[in-house]
């Protein structure tokens, strides 16, 4: 599945699990609960509403890149 999709780090949720579960969460983006499984990547998006999933540690690799570009 290929979601070439604009969106800022800021919309990204972060998660601890490779399976995590969506309903929207707002009003202007509800929909049925379904859960979500990143299989062999450390993403998933949600078809949905689009939020971008992606895994936790994920994110401090990217961090720790970002950091180390600083200096």
């Known amino acids: ?22 309903d929207g969460s707002s009003e202007s983006s509800k929909h049925p609960l379904i ?14 509403c689009s939020k971008h999933f992606s895994l936790n540690n994920s994110s401090s690799s990217i961090n720790n890149n970002l950091k180390n570009k600083k200096h």
């Open 35 to 48: 859960y979500l499984n990143m299989g062999e990547n450390d993403f998933v998006v949600c078809p949905y």
């Open 1 to 22: 599945m290929n979601h070439q999709t604009n969106f800022k780090n800021s919309d990204v949720l972060y998660a601890n699990s490779k399976k995590v579960s969506c």
